[in-house]
């Protein structure tokens, strides 16, 4: 696969940076399943090529990821049946039935692609921008590090829109940490960049139009240490959180992710594996707007 549809995939300073971009600006970059497969491709070539050091993951146009593809033309199209289906939704689980097909499938393309792409033998930049919401915190997640445009703001809104308890990589507890967790899932509120900085989740705070730049120019300090010294500090980090139970919580989390999707399609006629307003949950069209998590108000715009 040279060529990509919903990704771009470059190399700089004589190949020694990659830098795969998100290329659906029209969709905000949401995650269908083109472009999750695309984007494993580009993660291994870029593993593969023993030139490239260090590997930029960014997002075309004003939005990083605003998560997983819900219901776009072509998310629709790519789904089973039609002339257009994804190959693999016929693979990997996809051919089963009930929570075994949702399970093994989210399984092979939301959850063990994201930690492949968290053990790449390279370090990783996310460089973000604007909203980053749900799905869109798994990619950034897997990265080794963040910046972020001034614009970034994050959240996950699965609990408030979905009803559901989180997405399917649940790093949350080790990013937000565990009480900031419980605060930003319950509420659907957001993080501002400078917030997030504070937590050390975000590395460097840019402005938004240097974003590009000023990422690459942090790509090539870390780029300039030898590999192996590069490697074995990530891999003594990863491997370090990895004893404090970080895979096996990742693991147990996302089989409560999968009992909340069976809950939601056991009640709902139609099977839908998500709340329903009819649940309690608001539908997308009027749900309230996403508001920051502030210090003294109950909800910030209230
Ligand atoms: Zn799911």
Redesign the pocket.
Known sequence: MAEYKYVTYETLDDGVIARIMLSREQSRNAQNRGLLVELDDAFLRAESDDTVRVVILGGAGPIFSSG?DLGSKEAIAERPGGPDAHPTFSINGGTRKGAEN?MLQ?WHY?FENTKRWRNLRKITIAQVNGTVYAAGLMLMWACDLIVAAEDARFADVVGTRLG?CG??YFAHPWEFGPRKTKELMLTGDALDVDEAHRLGMVSKVFPTDELAERTLEFARRIAALPTMTALLIKESVNQSVDNMGFQNALAACFTI??L??SHWAEVHENRM?AALPEDGIASWREAPPIVLATKHEARADA
Do not use: G
């Open positions: 997983h949702r989210e939301f559901m997405v399917e992710h999968q909340n999707h594996p």
